[in-house]
């Protein structure tokens, strides 16, 4: 900057050619310094201006055209020009801004970044620094990439600030994450999902749908592509009605189903809500199909192994009555021992089918469980022939008694009554193939007779099978020990392999 | 200078040049800090009328010519000093 007096167009002394002169330098002097942009040139009738940094108006126009707010700067960071994008973002006119210092039209915080970011780019002293900052414009959040760079505008050195909106790439980014998220949700969802959009139409599904209906979904209205029969519904409540409701807005709960076409039948529990509520304006559904099968059919187990347990109490009570009144010792010492002996054979085969889940018992394992109180099943003075055999629970209870009538027999005055005595259990087919057959033989112990009184344990043994056409037992009382021919119907025996 | 004199400053300026701006600033940050509100402030775009260079003979641009009080003073650059130029104008109310 440089100052001097001006004098009249014609000197008329030394001072003011002096003062003249002065002038000349000075305005040499700042024109040399860069203290000015424009120069006066008189022509033959007028002056004309140039300015030197040139060029202005081509680098606004090109300003303009960009799609970024854009402002030149001073080296103070006063706009020389600001685009119309930017001065729409700051909301004033280019009037008002030209020679304001820009940050000065920023809430603090974003001042303080783009200060922060032209400290940035003046250490770095070429090429772009940049940073993101926020804006509430119109009432929303908008995001911008703000970059600058040294710029020489002529014969000032100044800054070129860009804003790139980012709002719409950040958007996109968020909703592609939140899409993202999603369908991580819905894939990770144990029940099968649907997503359809404002046309009922299918945009999405899990893997669990797959067991539901299978072939191309995607792009198939949903009722058309899952096909599902409304439990108790009369003619107005169907699938196609159910998503309308919920793309309209309305949350449907826990409408039982039945999808007959699915792979294997299943009853479903369907649910429908509207997707995206929150935005104003519905973009379709989400349908959640609980697959109810499993449930159902627990819940049936239940029942059934309620209405079986029933049963069983109700039979094994009154086969206790039985046992009791047919236990007929003479003396009370007697009865309680015989009784107790008749219960605990009773509840020994009980345990071993309840370890068995109550499917099926080894014929093996019944039988060395009856042993079992009296000599060690792996003695010598047993064997075990033929195959084995896996009993179902009702001829396993009727084994599990005959043969404890047959060991207690077999203790008191049979084979195990002696100490060499032996006992054979062979396991065999019938000929006719209604049932198994096996055999109980004592050997080697004392000379048997028939007994002159038919007691309880004959009765069980002889009628405890009798349950079935193929069932029964004989007994027969050898002189060389008791021979006992059990046949098991073959409905109530599993084969297993020979032993 | 008379003590109820008022100051009239003529700014020339270039259309929107950089220094044309960054004076039309200054000046405007100056006459509201140190002057008082004597003082009459008329700023001239030669871009639109450069024959009116001619009055005060100005070449280079931006230039404040101080035409009251006299004698003229002229100031040339984009008045980034605010220091200098209040001691050039030599204004009554400077403070």
Wanted: hydrophobic share 40%; with cysteine; glycine share 6%.
């Amino acid at each position: 900057m440089t100052t001097s007096d001006s004098f009249p167009r014609t000197p008329h002394s030394d001072q003011e050619l002096l003062r003249r002169l002065e002038e000349a330098e000075e305005t040499i002097r700042a024109i040399r310094e860069g203290e000015i942009d424009a120069l006066v040139v008189r022509k033959t009738m007028d002056e004309e201006i140039f300015t030197l940094q040139g060029g202005e108006h081509s680098y606004r126009a090109f300003m303009e055209t960009m799609g970024h707010g854009a402002a030149a700067l001073g080296a103070k960071g006063e706009v020389l020009y600001a685009n119309t994008v930017l001065t729409t973002l700051i909301e004033k006119p280019l009037s008002r801004l030209q020679g304001q210092l820009l940050l000065d039209h920023f809430e603090a915080p974003v001042s303080l970044q783009l200060k922060t970011l032209l400290s940035e780019a003046e250490r770095s002293g070429s090429g772009a620094s940049s940073c993101e900052i926020s804006l509430v414009r119109g009432g929303e959040l908008r995001h911008y990439l703000a970059s600058a760079e040294p710029l020489q505008i002529g014969v000032v050195d100044g800054w070129a600030l860009t804003l790139t909106d980012l709002t719409d790439r950040v958007r996109a980014q968020e909703t592609m994450a939140a899409e993202g998220t999603a369908r991580a949700i819905i894939a990770s969802a144990n029940e099968a999902v649907v997503v359809c959009d404002a046309a009922g139409r299918i945009t999405h599904v899990n893997a669990a749908v797959l067991a539901i209906e299978d072939g191309a979904l995607i792009g198939q209205p949903f009722h058309e592509a899952i096909r599902l029969e409304i439990k108790d519904a009369i003619g107005l409540v169907s699938a196609e009605e159910l998503v309308r409701m919920a793309i309209a807005g309305t949350e449907v709960k826990s409408v039982e189903a039945h999808a007959p076409h699915a792979p294997h039948a299943k009853t479903l529990l369907i649910s429908a809500a509207p997707l995206s509520p929150t935005s104003g304006t519905n973009k379709g559904c989400v349908i959640t199909l609980v697959d109810l099968s499993q449930r159902k059919s627990a819940e049936e187990r239940q029942q059934f192994l309620m209405a079986e347990l029933d049963h069983r109490v109700k039979n094994i009570l009154t086969l206790v009555m039985a046992i009791l009144h047919q236990t007929d010792d003479a003396d009370i010492k007697g009865f309680k021992t015989t009784f107790a002996g008749r219960i605990q054979a009773l509840a020994a085969t009980h345990n071993l089918l309840a370890t068995n889940s109550w499917a099926t018992l080894p014929l093996e394992e019944l039988f060395k469980a009856e042993l079992a109180p009296y000599i060690a099943p792996s003695s010598d003075r047993v064997e075990i022939i033929g195959h084995r055999l896996e009993l179902k629970p009702r001829s396993a209870v009727a084994v599990g008694l005959i043969l404890h009538e047959l060991v207690s027999n077999a203790v008191k005055y049979g084979a195990l009554s002696t100490p060499n005595g032996r006992i054979v259990f062979a396991v065999k087919h019938s000929l006719d193939g209604k049932s198994a057959q096996i055999e109980w033989r004592e050997t080697d112990g004392p000379s048997v007779s028939s007994p002159l009184r038919k007691g309880f344990g004959r009765t069980v043994i002889a009628n405890s099978l009798k349950y079935s056409p193929g069932g029964g037992a004989d007994l027969e009382f050898l002189e060389s020990g008791v021979r006992c021919v059990l046949r098991i119907p073959s409905e109530d025996i599993v084969e297993g392999s020979a032993s | 200078m008379a003590q109820n004199e008022t100051t009239k400053l003529i700014l020339y300026v270039a259309g929107e040049t950089p220094k044309s701006l960054a004076a039309i600033a200054n000046l405007e940050r100056i006459c509201s800090e140190h002057l008082d509100n004597r003082y009459e402030v008329q700023v001239i775009d030669l871009k639109k009328e450069p024959r009116l260079a001619r009055e005060h003979s100005i070449v280079a641009i931006p230039t404040l010519v101080r035409q009251l009080p006299a004698p003229i003073r002229k100031i040339i650059g984009d008045l980034s000093d605010a220091e200098k130029v209040l001691v050039s104008l030599n204004v009554k109310g400077a403070q």
